[in-house]
């Protein structure tokens, strides 16, 4: 079976890393060959293995060039085409497998202007239709794909992971007892929760706690949304910002992190407690739906969302130390044997 993969978005964080993973696994099955699409320079070590094909392609996602320019001529000489995202080019005429990781743009307040969501809203309806399976990686996520779209087409479930780079990391690396500090890792998005954070910090300070607090994440400053500026501007003083580390710079910012908290007020996965714990850090977390399903079986704390008097109290009863979750994590959660294997399966299913 010849399996065609859009690879485009490799190097970027989130969605990224994602199909960054599953590439690394996927391409092991050498049963299948595999057509890559994407940046020939990143993709340089698959080009040498026999049965994979790289073909140069970085057009933009969402973009004009990306819908009519797109070779699809490479792509339907192949048995299936599988995106990690759901924005599909015109013209392919093979069975399609797409991903939809959540729906946060129609699920939160503020998060896009009336025009992105309409078109957002069509890429969504459009991948919905033309796919043979739509991925996504909660059950969460599932429910708010079908409720929102009112569809009865195949939704599987496949879990993010930790990504191989941590896995590496981790494996040099010692849990720390000797930790220091808060670290939040997350886009600098309003419902990332960082209001609830910094307002929580505020209340401990005020008791006399003084606890160093870390921010990891990218500021898109063309953004509207105004909260989250007037956050950065007015609170510089009680957080350190970090927006351009590496991938071994933010593990090792969480590696010696005392606790990492991430108080989001919506997912449609969240990755970043489990690298904390892969990673030896105790994580505080918000109630949300999706974790409560993702990390119930986990030694996490939960608080409630939005609620920084119970963010603080929490922080306060918090006791120092690492915990030790690489097993558990590694049982349900990691690209070789849970998330990649459930694509190849369903990609190789047809008649």
Not at 214 to 219: D, P
Not at 327 to 342: A, S
Request: aromatic share 10%.
């Amino acid at each position: 079976m010849k399996i065609a993969i859009d690879c485009r978005l490799i190097g970027q964080s989130g969605i990224g890393t994602f199909i960054e993973n599953v590439l690394i696994y996927i391409t092991q099955n050498i049963q299948h060959e595999y057509v890559l699409i994407g940046d020939k320079g990143k993709l340089s070590a698959y080009s040498k293995l026999s049965h994979c094909m790289c073909i140069h392609c970085t057009y933009n996602s969402f973009g004009l060039l990306e819908l009519l320019c797109f070779p699809t001529h490479a792509v339907n000489k192949c048995d299936a085409f599988f995106t990690p995202n759901f924005n599909i080019p015109m013209g392919i005429k093979i069975p399609i497998y797409s991903t939809i990781h959540d729906v946060v743009f129609f699920d939160t307040e503020n998060f896009a202007s009336p025009l992105k969501k309409t078109i957002i809203r069509w890429y969504i309806k459009r991948a919905i239709k033309i796919s043979k399976t739509i991925f996504t990686v909660s059950d969460f996520s599932k429910n708010r794909i079908k409720n929102l779209f009112h569809t009865s087409k195949n939704v599987k479930v496949v879990y993010s992971a930790i990504s191989e780079q941590l896995k590496k990391y981790a494996f040099h690396h010692k849990l720390e007892t000797e930790k220091k500090g808060i670290v939040f890792l997350g886009n600098l998005k309003r419902h990332k929760g960082l209001r609830t954070l910094i307002e929580a910090i505020g209340i401990l300070e005020k008791e006399g706690y003084h606890i160093p607090l870390t921010i990891i994440g990218k500021m898109d400053f063309r953004t509207k949304d105004v909260e989250i500026k007037e956050i950065i501007e007015n609170y510089q003083d009680k957080m350190k910002l970090v927006s351009n580390a590496s991938n071994q710079e933010v593990f090792e910012i969480i590696a010696h992190s005392q606790i990492l908290i991430s108080p989001s007020l919506y997912e449609g996965f969240g990755l970043s407690p489990l690298e904390a714990m892969y990673l030896g850090t105790p994580a505080i977390i918000s109630d949300i739906p999706v974790y409560k399903e993702i990390y119930r079986d986990f030694p996490v704390t939960f608080f409630n969302v939005g609620d920084a008097k119970d963010l603080a109290c929490h922080i306060k009863e918090h006791r120092k130390g690492s915990i030790n979750a690489r097993r558990l994590i590694d049982e349900h959660y990691n690209f070789k044997d849970v998330t990649t294997p459930r694509i190849l399966e369903e990609m190789t299913r047809i008649q």
